[in-house]
T-cell receptor, first 113, second 115 residues
Framework: GENVEQHPSTLSVQEGDSAVIKCTYS??????FPWYKQELGKRPQLIID?????GEKKDQRIAVTLNKTAKHFSLHITETQPEDSAVYFC????????????FGSGTRLQVQP | EPEVTQTPSHQVTQMGQEVILRCVPI?????FYWYRQILGQKVEFLVS????????KSEIFDDQFSVERPDGSNFTLKIRSTKLEDSAMYFC?????????????FGQGTRLTVV
């Protein structure tokens, strides 16, 4: 089955700096890669996703890049703000859509004011 | 905005007891999921459900677990004989289509504590 590795496990940046979180996946059949943000004690919420026919997607300060050949994808947050502090999970889902998501281990992002 | 709702928010149970966690998915959604998250760890897939049957289940979802959609609105997860290691946050999720095509919306979770 799919295995998703995520790095780093913790990331501390100064407000206004950029943050990058990286994930690799094992199943070449995976073709959908969402990112979830989870604030303390709350539900995971989708912030951005990318499908394998696209190499990059951007939504305001958040962008995701995908390299299918290398089987890795990354989340980029620019101009970080304290409210970006949370745990971020990457995930992957394979082609048929019957399978649910396989999550990475999470990155705790701390944005220092 | 429509939401997935879960009850109870916190359940404490004795080891060996049965628990039922309840979820009300978003009303026009057709695909339903249960995940769990042990404190400080990743979110793990348990089971997916579509067209009144299990689509896929993980190795965690053994004979102690079952799911049911008893009526048109509820989706339940039953753990027959709870163990200490079942203590976790359990999230229900739903989507209107296959997860590769549509967003999965998560409920707020049920924190299960087995003592």
């Amino acid at each position: 089955g799919e295995n998703v590795e995520q790095h780093p496990s913790t990331l501390s940046v100064q407000e206004g700096d950029s943050a990058v979180i990286k994930c690799t996946y094992s199943d070449s059949a995976s073709n959908y890669f969402p990112w979830y943000k989870q604030e303390l004690g709350k539900r995971p919420q989708l912030i951005i996703d990318i499908r394998s026919n696209v190499g990059e997607k951007k939504d305001q300060r958040i962008a995701v890049t995908l390299n299918k050949t290398a089987k890795h994808f990354s989340l980029h947050i620019t101009e970080t703000q304290p409210e970006d502090s949370a745990v971020y999970f990457c995930a992957a889902s394979e082609r048929t859509g019957r399978r649910a998501l396989t999550f990475g281990s999470g990155t705790r992002l701390q944005v220092q004011p | 905005e429509p939401e997935v709702t879960q009850t109870p928010s916190h359940q404490v149970t004795q080891m060996g007891q049965e628990v039922i966690l309840r979820c009300v998915p978003i009303s026009n959604h057709l695909y339903f999921y249960w995940y769990r998250q042990i404190l400080g760890q990743k979110v793990e897939f348990l089971v997916s459900f579509y067209n009144n049957e299990i689509s896929e289940k993980s190795e965690i979802f053994d004979d102690q677990f079952s799911v049911e959609r008893p009526d048109g609105s509820n989706f339940t997860l039953k753990i027959r004989s709870t163990k200490l290691e079942d203590s976790a946050m359990y999230f229900c999720a739903s989507s209107s289509g296959p997860i590769m095509n549509t967003e999965a919306f998560f409920g707020q979770g049920t924190r299960l504590t087995v003592v």
